[in-house]
C-alpha cells in the first residue's frame, strides 16, 4: 500500500508540471460526475449522461467507460493554440466495438470543424490523430493497422511549433504530417469521449 502511495504521488507530479490539463480517472479513482484536472489551472470536466455508479470501472485500474451513444466529458478550453504552437495530447484507450462509425475519444472542440487536436477510430477501425482549418488544409496520420482489438493502447499526438505533427501509437511513430500555413486555432472547450458537434461517439474505455 505504501509504495502504490508512493507511486501514485510521483505520477500526480508529473501530470502537474507544465500541463495546461491532465485529466486521469487511474489517478483520480471512481466515483462521482467530476472528471479532476490535475493540471493545477481549474479546468475540471463534467461527466455529462453518464452513470457514476456504472461508468467509472476498474480496468487494469481506473478507467471511464462510454456507452457510444451519448456519453461524454465536458471539459473547459484547456488553451488557444495551433499551427505555430507547440502541443501535445496522450491518452490511453480500449475498444472492442465492430461499428462502422468515426469515434472520437478526444478533441478540441464544440461548434465549427476547425480545432487544433483530435483522437478518433476511422470507420475501418484505425486510429488517426489531426488537426485541421475547417476548410481543405490540416494535417493527419493514421495507423496502418486497426486496433479495435480490446487491448489498452496508449495514443500521443505531438505538435511542433513549425507545424509538423507526429503521431505514435505504443510508444512507436505512425507518421508525420504538416499543418503549417494552416489556421487551426480555435478558443473552445475540450470534448472526452465524443465529438459533440458531429454527434460522433466513443463505445469503449477511456484514461
Known amino acids: 500500500m505504501r ?12 501530470l502537474t508540471y507544465g500541463r495546461v490539463a491532465a485529466w486521469s480517472p487511474s489517478i483520480q479513482g471512481p466515483g ?22 456504472s461508468d467509472w470501472i476498474h480496468a487494469d485500474g481506473t478507467a471511464l467507460d462510454f456507452d457510444g451513444s451519448n456519453d461524454y466529458v465536458a471539459a473547459p478550453n484547456p488553451g488557444n493554440f495551433g499551427s505555430s504552437s ?9 475498444c472492442g466495438s465492430t461499428a462502422a462509425s468515426y469515434r472520437t475519444m478526444a478533441i478540441k472542440r464544440v461548434t465549427g470543424v476547425r480545432h487544433p487536436m483530435s483522437a478518433f477510430l476511422t470507420p475501418a477501425h484505425k486510429l488517426q490523430l489531426d488537426s485541421w482549418n475547417g476548410g481543405s488544409g490540416g494535417a493527419a496520420v493514421v495507423t496502418a ?6 487491448t489498452w493502447h496508449h495514443a500521443v499526438l505531438s505538435h511542433a511549433s513549425d507545424g509538423t505533427l507526429s503521431g505514435y501509437l505504443d510508444g512507436i511513430l505512425i507518421g508525420t504530417a504538416s499543418d503549417s500555413g494552416q489556421n487551426t486555432t480555435n478558443t473552445q472547450d475540450a470534448r472526452i469521449g465524443a465529438d459533440t458537434s458531429i ?9
Open 199 to 207: 454527434s460522433r461517439y466513443f463505445p469503449g474505455q477511456l484514461d
Open 86 to 94: 507547440n502541443y501535445a495530447l496522450s491518452l490511453w484507450f480500449r
Open 32 to 53: 462521482g460526475t467530476v472528471l479532476r484536472d490535475y493540471s493545477g489551472r481549474g479546468g475540471d470536466g463534467t461527466l455529462t449522461n453518464m452513470d457514476p455508479a
Open 3 to 14: 509504495a502504490y502511495a508512493a507511486i501514485n504521488r510521483l505520477r500526480h507530479r508529473f
Open 145 to 150: 493497422g486497426t486496433v479495435n482489438d480490446g
